[in-house]
């Protein structure tokens, strides 16, 4: 088992009563949970997106925290949160990485698996 680890899960929900298709705004929700999977305690420092839609248009996204929290995570506590993004496509993907510090002072990034933000009944 590795020290520092931190694994991420994501379910995606699209928001039909927030998007505008005529407007190419589609609305999506993501939950994530981060889990630490490593043998240290460690805190979530900041995050990067890398938001693409169908067009390839990429947008990136730097901040601190998620959702305006640093959660510090011992070992085997998780922390679930739910955020969202809007694309002008009806499909697109999210990836990135978490940026945590551990207890002990070690710094490790922690990957958000790529995903696929789409609407229903479009992937077949």
């Known amino acids: 088992m590795a020290a520092y680890e931190m694994s991420v899960t994501v379910v995606t929900k699209y928001l039909q009563e927030q998007s505008d298709p005529a407007q190419d705004n589609f609305v999506f929700a993501y939950t994530i949970t981060i889990k630490n999977t490593g043998t ?39 922390f679930e949160y739910t955020s969202g993004s809007s694309l002008k496509t009806p499909q697109g993907s999210m990836k990135g990485e978490y940026f945590c510090v551990a207890e002990d002072g070690h710094r490790f990034e922690a990957e958000i698996p790529e995903f696929v933000l789409s609407l229903p009944r479009t992937l077949h």
């Open 40 to 78: 240290v305690a460690a805190q979530v420092i900041s995050r990067h997106w890398v938001i693409t839609d169908a067009k390839n248009q990429v947008e990136e996204v730097k901040g601190l925290g998620v959702v305006g929290h640093q959660p510090f995570l011992p070992p085997g506590q998780s």
